[in-house]
T-cell receptor
Framework: DAGITQSPRHKVTETGTPVTLRCHQT?????MYWYRQDPGHGLRLIHY???????DKGEVSDGYSVSRSKTEDFLLTLESATSSQTSVYFC?????????????FGPGTRLTVT | QQQVKQSPQSLIVQKGGISIINCAYE??????FPWYQQFPGKGPALLIA?????SEKKEGRFTISFNKSAKQFSLHIMDSQPGDSATYFC??????????FGSGTKLNVKP
């Protein structure tokens, strides 16, 4: 998985609680992304980062926030988890402009909100 | 707003046959057209990609055909193998920023 780890890999939480998912990379890639994957929807971009402290919204950003204080870490926070946020979350990295345009995906985090 | 429509949703092909998956898009600003392959329990991985200045790209048994005027591109898998059984996603992007994934095609190659 190209030097990308996600933690936790599985989490069950209750509605209304805050949740933070972590993506850690060892590739020193500039770009990092958070997606969610749901049946029938493919992968949908939540937020992405193009550098330390530089982030932007994706197509399904409501209810999510992100932070990137170091190149290697990109955090996704659900401020108050809802059942509609039950999903599999994937982190991805890329280093476009450096000879490759490929996105590398992490192993995913399965989140269940009860 | 659905920017990308992928078809079919599922596909069953006999070993040795040709698998064809299609992707239609709305946004003419898309300038990068990749296909990703995903196995159960894993993240997607880039399979093959094309830029809009060429109409076809071939890598081994995998070919992308691109039709700019029709706003469509397709993935062809020649001599399909059971190991190709996976879910495939098209994911066009603009300037390699935001990627818009299709809903996926689950391919099952029968031995």
């Amino acid at each position: 998985d190209a030097g990308i780890t996600q933690s936790p890999r599985h989490k069950v939480t209750e509605t209304g609680t805050p949740v933070t998912l972590r993506c850690h990379q060892t590739e020193n890639h500039r770009y990092m992304y958070w997606y969610r994957q749901d049946p029938g929807h493919g992968l949908r971009l939540i937020h992405y980062s193009y550098g330390v402290k530089d982030t932007d919204k994706g197509e399904v950003s409501d209810g999510y926030s992100v932070s990137r204080s170091k190149t290697e870490d990109f955090l996704l926070t659900l401020e108050s988890a809802t059942s509609s946020q039950t999903s599999v979350y994937f982190c991805a990295i890329s280093d476009r402009g450096q000879g490759t345009e490929e996105q590398y995906f992490g192993p995913g985090t399965r989140l269940t909100v009860t | 707003q659905q920017q990308v429509k992928q078809s079919p949703q599922s596909l069953i092909v006999q070993k040795g046959g040709i698998s064809i998956i299609n992707c239609a898009y709305e946004n003419t600003a898309f300038d990068y057209f990749p296909w990703y392959q995903q196995f159960p329990g894993k993240g997607p991985a880039l399979l093959i990609a094309i830029r809009p200045d060429v109409s076809e790209k071939k890598e081994g048994r995998f070919t992308i055909s691109f039709n700019k005027s029709a706003k469509q591109f397709s993935l062809h898998i020649m001599d399909s193998q059971p190991g190709d059984s996976a879910t495939y996603f098209c994911a066009p992007s603009i300037n390699f920023n935001k990627f818009y994934f299709g809903s996926g095609t689950k391919l099952n190659v029968k031995p």
